[in-house]
């Protein structure tokens, strides 16, 4: 290089210094940006590492649409290669917090599970913050931001999320589970809860959330709950970690296949446990139908028995109350004679009077009508005593009608008491109808969600209504229901869906068609009794309409008694003045007849 060349340089370097100096900024500006480029995806990725082995974040999440047991953990656990095994429960809720209702998710808190035993802990929650406890088998630890973690039922802790979004939440709100949820005692025991701490979870380290199966779809909450607040028979949800992975980089290429071998493991027993666990459940519900089964053939038989006694007695009854009816009547026959028998008497009665008055008027007159009035006297006397007879006649026929009132009134309340218990039993009846109703609804629940027991009554009217009969067949069945407007289960032909609802229905069809019989039974139970009933209240009023009249008939042969009492002292006092006005012809020094009756 020669001197009048680097002279040349300087001079160009000293006239453009400000064009220079921006060139290097600009190239250093460059340098240093593509450094940092290049240093950022480590720094990330190492940063997401570190957090991420400090919640020792699962490797492995299992679910299950049927749940997970303790059997699911324990086969989990005997994997090799599995290192912690940690089951949990989560649950979608509709949450009122004051005024307002939002989504949430509510989890449990981490299980600490290892290999040996399953314990529930809040130990594995770190109190600064920033890193997490000694509860190294302790999968996706929490970190506790403010506050406290849950130490009693009622208790939770917000997850703060990358927003910020707990802050609306602060420690000391009240949440409340809407009753809006559905089948919510099936999933939480409590449904009231406090904010006593705020928590990050390695979860939900992004901005973005999981979508919700309630209300809006989108989490706007996210609460941990002690797991003794859930309700659940099963898990939800089983978290693994795999025996080296925490050691080695999870975006690296070593932990996929560390991975994979045990998920591979476990797929080979998945179809195994998932068979298990549906045994279980069909074995538990199949227990509970045919529990529900004997129960309903014990009640039928009884309620038959029961019905049949009844039915027996209300015969009997009924033939009885005929009998009393057909006695009754004849009383009544009887006594319309006494009381005609009466009247004429009576007026025989009015006849003799008017003659005995004839007969003293004709005494006063003349001596030797006396003998012919004394005639006509014996004559009434005589008209009398057969009046009293057809009197007394008139009496035994009214104790008669009376003796048979008494009997079938006796025999009225005897068939009221049978009555009763007929209907005692028909009620019996009808609640072992309701209870096999509510058994083989409970049954149907697997096939048909929506039956109801009372939707099942209303089917089997339907079929009555109609005149089907029980159906015998799946096909009869399925077209019954169509008809019906139930809802039935869409699936494929030649599916294990279509031959497990084939053998459910054909196992549900004998019980259909008791519960048919059954109700056609009682139908026709109700409608004797209550025939039986309206004609027992009728002959209830027959008998008080006939105890009315022998009460009137009662009174007017009390009346006739008191009628002959007074013409037997008028035909008395008459005997008596005629025998003192009768001539008396006697020798001189006798006595008179007359006065020596007198």
């Not at 609460?223 to 089983?238: G, K, Q, V």
């Not at 006796?410 to 009221?416: P, T």
């Not at 609640?431 to 149907?444: I, N, P, T, V």
């Amino acid at each position: 290089m020669t001197r009048s060349y680097r002279k040349n340089i300087r001079r160009t370097f000293k006239h453009t210094k400000s064009r220079f100096i921006a060139i290097f900024s600009i190239i250093a500006l460059g340098v240093g940006f593509l450094a940092g480029l290049n240093a950022t995806p480590v720094d990330m990725k190492e940063s997401m590492e570190a957090y991420m082995d400090d919640a020792n974040f699962y490797d492995i999440r299992i679910v299950s649409t049927l749940g997970l047991t303790d059997d699911d953990v324990s086969a989990l656990s005997a994997i090799d290669g599995v290192k912690d095994v940690q089951p949990a429960y989560n649950a979608d809720l509709l949450v009122q917090t004051g005024d307002d209702t939002v989504v949430a998710r509510a989890h449990s808190l981490p299980i600490t599970t290892g290999k040996e035993e399953t314990e529930k802990s809040t130990s594995s929650l770190s109190t600064d913050g920033n890193t997490a406890t000694n509860a190294q088998d302790t999968i996706n630890k929490l970190f506790l931001v403010d506050g406290h973690m849950p130490e009693k039922s009622g208790e939770c802790v917000v997850e703060a999320g990358a927003n910020d979004m707990a802050s609306a939440y602060p420690i000391g709100s009240k949440l409340v589970i809407s009753p809006e949820n559905e089948d919510l005692d099936s999933k939480l025991s409590t449904t009231e809860y406090e904010v006593v701490g705020i928590v990050h979870s390695a979860n939900y380290f992004s901005f973005e959330r999981e979508p919700a199966s309630v209300g809006n779809g989108r989490v706007n909450l996210l609460m941990y709950l002690l797991p003794e607040d859930y309700a659940f028979t099963a898990y939800t949800e089983i978290y693994l970690t795999v025996d080296g992975a925490l050691a080695s980089n999870s975006l690296g290429d070593d932990y996929d296949p560390l991975v994979d071998t045990v998920k591979n493991k476990i797929e080979a027993i998945q179809e195994l446990r998932c068979q298990t666990r549906y045994d279980e459940i069909y074995d538990e519900a199949q227990q509970k139908i045919d529990d529900a089964w004997d129960s309903y053939h014990e009640a039928k038989e009884e309620a038959n028995q029961k019905l049949s006694d009844a039915k027996a007695k209300l015969t009997d009854g009924e033939k009885e109350l005929a009998d009393g009816q057909t006695e009754y009547e004849q009383g009544e026959a009887d006594y319309a004679d006494a009381l005609s028998q009466i009247a004429e008497n009576e007026q025989k009665l009015a006849d003799g009077e008017i003659q005995l008055g004839d007969a003293r008027r004709k005494l006063q007159e003349a001596d030797a009508r006396i003998s012919n009035n004394e005639t006509l006297l014996e004559q009434n006397e005589a008209k009398l005593n057969a009046a009293k007879t057809e009197l007394d006649k008139g009496q035994a026929q009214y104790d008669n009608g009376m003796n048979a009132y008494q009997s079938g009134k006796k025999q009225l309340d005897d068939g009221q008491v049978q009555l009763d218990a007929a209907k005692k039993q028909l009620d019996t009846a009808k609640e072992s109808y309701q209870s096999g109703l509510a058994g083989c609804a409970q049954g149907m629940t697997s096939l048909l969600p929506s039956m109801t027991a009372d939707g099942l009554d209303g089917f089997l009217a339907f079929l009555s209504d109609k005149g089907y009969g029980a159906p015998q067949t799946t096909t009869a069945f399925l077209q019954d229901m169509a008809e019906y407007g139930v809802s039935l289960p869409t699936v494929s032909a030649n599916s294990a869906e279509a031959a497990y609802l084939e053998q459910g229905i054909s196992q549900l069809l004998p019980a259909i068609s008791q519960l048919y019989s059954a109700r056609e039974s009682i139908t026709a139970g109700q409608s004797t009794y209550d025939a039986n009933a309206a004609k027992l209240e009728e002959n209830k009023k027959l008998l008080a309409d006939s105890k009315e009249e022998l009460s009137k008939a009662r009174q007017k042969l009390q009346k006739g008694r008191n009628s002959m009492k007074t013409v037997k002292s008028n035909l008395k006092t008459v005997r008596n003045n005629s025998a003192a006005q009768k001539p008396c012809w006697r020798e001189a020094g006798q006595p008179c007849p007359a006065d020596r009756q007198s």
